[in-house]
């Protein structure tokens, strides 16, 4: 019954129905008003909004959907705002890229010519390029701001738009929030400039390639090491994503030999034919990956998403199966690796510092503490990470930085997670490891000896569509306004909410304010050490809940006992927070 929508989506979809769209577009909203109330409301209840990824959202018909409008009102707000921003510059500069994704070259055609018709130089990749490709191409060309059409791992409905400014970072504030306001202002959708300017877009390839390659190169800590493990078997799939254009010649740049690709991946396709989901942090994206490495007898299993950003790998454990690692595992591994060997190197001065997210392990924290190397904790998205790169940029020496959600940085000259570098920088840590006679699980157990034990897991709760946008904001209500006393018999002694910038201790009663920007996210540390976060994600129709617990591992040998206690304490925080 059409009295079931809203009148605000009535509106606007008469809007659409009366200005200057396309007929495909206005016959299918025809379509939904006469046919299909619920897809009706899901197209047009909201806006696509910048959230911690950008704008993203499922491809089709309506202001809720990736679609050329939308597309073409994201870029015109944009342009707007450098031209406002940029006012003394000969000439703004924009670089544009783009994934495997269905309608890539649609929709980073559509930016080019938006971004063109208003006066803007823009550099466009020729084919497929990785998302930290399109970061480094920034810098490197000296531009105002890049675009990456990318959804990064969502499912092949899905498509996005990565804005990026100056310095090669994703927008944050005040830019993020300024371009929504410059995107919101535009009330008709002939103010888009959708004519381009040929003149002003440029194809650019293989020359970036190189120095990219090239830089990554210069990251490596341990050539004499690869020379005597270049065999070292490699297992990688790409995922049918764009890593397959630049992690296989970055490990040949570094050295490696024996890479081993899973040909049924290493074809570009949007549809994702052999996964259900593109996401290296689903165990079953790596299922013909371990497949491989068992025929081969592999030493390392990488996994790279759509666009390349992030990674997942895969390890033989104490009984030679293999086995995924988290992020966590991942990052400090990564980081334990890095730290030593600036150390070996002679290169730590006291002014180091890493960076991670306030969802990722304690564990890095230790690492960096222990060896005299500062740790930064920030909000939840790899943008934040790079502001603390920016803000110390000259005054400090950035060394790495990860987070949970499978994504890191090596160096500086990228502005964002980059899994062309954490392929390289892990396949060469493997080679390290090999040549001191141990795996990686082995340096893991060993990591967890010295610095504690720490095991955590992510449980995220998808609550799709306005209904669900309403339920996640009742759960982070009800978690606000009567938070958990105790959580598995265990105290909570402190509350961080990062939403009113405060951390309470509940022992005293006494608060203090978090240096950080406002963000919708809730922390529980309780008496034994362990730690609760709760935040909707920026950008899924999911809520996302991370544990992490500890325990000290006092003997080697009691690994898998100590792992057993670890997961247990996880199976009971999770129950009796009544989460499924």
């Known amino acids: 019954m059409k009295n079931e929508i809203s009148k605000e989506i009535i509106q606007k979809a008469n809007e659409w129905l009366n200005g200057n769209y396309d007929e495909a577009t206005k016959q299918d909203i025809k379509d939904m008003l006469e046919n299909d109330h619920q897809r009706l409301i899901e197209s047009f209840y909201k806006n696509l909004e910048f959230g911690t990824g950008g704008l993203r959202g499922i491809m089709g018909t309506g202001s809720n ?101 100056n310095d090669g970072g994703q927008l944050i504030n005040p830019h993020d929030i300024n371009v929504i306001k410059e995107v919101n202002n535009i009330k008709n959708i002939d103010d888009v400039k959708f004519e381009g300017n040929p003149d002003l877009i440029e194809i650019i390839g293989k020359n970036i390639d190189e120095i990219y390659l090239q830089k990554i190169k210069e990251l490596s800590l341990s050539q004499d090491i690869i020379k005597k493990q270049n065999n070292i078997k490699i297992v990688y799939t790409p995922l049918h994503g764009t890593g397959l254009r630049l992690v296989p010649e970055s490990l040949k740049n570094f050295g490696f030999t024996n890479i081993n690709i899973v040909e049924e991946q290493a074809v570009a396709d949007g549809n994702f034919p052999t996964v259900v989901s593109p996401n290296p942090e689903e165990p079953e994206a790596l299922t013909l990956a371990i497949k491989k490495a068992k025929a081969i007898d592999a030493d390392i299993v990488m996994a790279t998403d759509p666009d390349a950003d992030r990674v997942g790998i895969a390890i033989k454990d104490k009984h030679n199966n293999f086995v995924l690692l988290n992020g966590n595992q991942t990052a400090s591994l990564l980081i334990y690796y890095l730290i030593r060997k600036w150390k070996e190197n002679n290169k730590l001065t006291g002014n180091e510092f890493i960076v991670k997210t306030i969802v990722t392990s304690e564990l890095l924290k230790e690492i960096a503490l222990k060896n005299n190397v500062e740790c930064f904790d920030v909000l939840t998205g790899f943008k934040f990470i790079v502001d603390i790169i920016k803000r110390y940029e000259g005054k400090k020496t950035f060394i790495g930085g990860g987070e949970e959600s499978y994504g890191y940085l090596v160096g500086d000259f990228v502005r964002d997670k980059d899994a062309v570098i954490s392929c390289s920088m892990i396949a060469e840590l493997t080679a390290w490891a090999k040549e001191n006679n141990f795996n990686l699980i082995d340096l893991l157990i060993d990591i967890y000896y010295e610095f504690g034990f720490y095991k955590e897991k992510l449980i995220s709760v998808v609550k799709k569509g306005k209904s669900g946008t309403e339920e996640i904001q009742k759960i982070m209500s009800d978690f606000r306004d009567n938070p958990p006393e105790k959580i598995n018999n265990s105290t909570v002694i402190r509350i961080n909410d990062y939403l009113i910038g405060k951390e ?69 925080i999770i129950k009796d927070l009544n989460i499924n």
Not at 88 to 105: P, S
Not at 518 to 547: A, C, H, M, W
Request: hydrophobic share 35%.
């Open 504 to 572: 309470i201790n509940l022992l005293n009663g006494n608060k203090k304010s978090i240096d950080l920007p406002k963000s919708n996210v809730l922390q529980f540390f309780l008496e034994d050490e362990s730690k609760i976060t709760v935040r909707p994600s920026g950008t899924e129709p999911k809520i996302k809940f991370y544990f992490g617990v500890f325990e000290k591992l006092n003997n080697k040998d009691d690994f898998e006992k100590t792992d057993k206690i670890l997961e247990e304490k996880l199976k009971n």
């Open 65 to 165: 959907r990736m679609n050329k409008y939308t597309v073409g009102k994201a870029t015109q707000g944009l342009a707007n705002y450098l031209i406002k921003m940029f006012p003394d510059d000969k000439q703004i500069k924009a670089v544009i890229a783009y994934d495997c994704r269905n309608n890539n070259t649609f929709f980073a055609n559509i930016t080019a010519n938006v971004l063109s018709a208003n006066g803007i130089k823009v550099y466009l990749f020729d084919d497929l390029r990785p998302t930290p490709e399109l970061s480094f191409a920034i810098r490197q060309l000296n531009c105002n701001c890049g675009v990456m059409i990318t959804a990064s791992h969502n499912p092949k409905e899905y498509n996005g738009y990565k804005a990026y400014w």
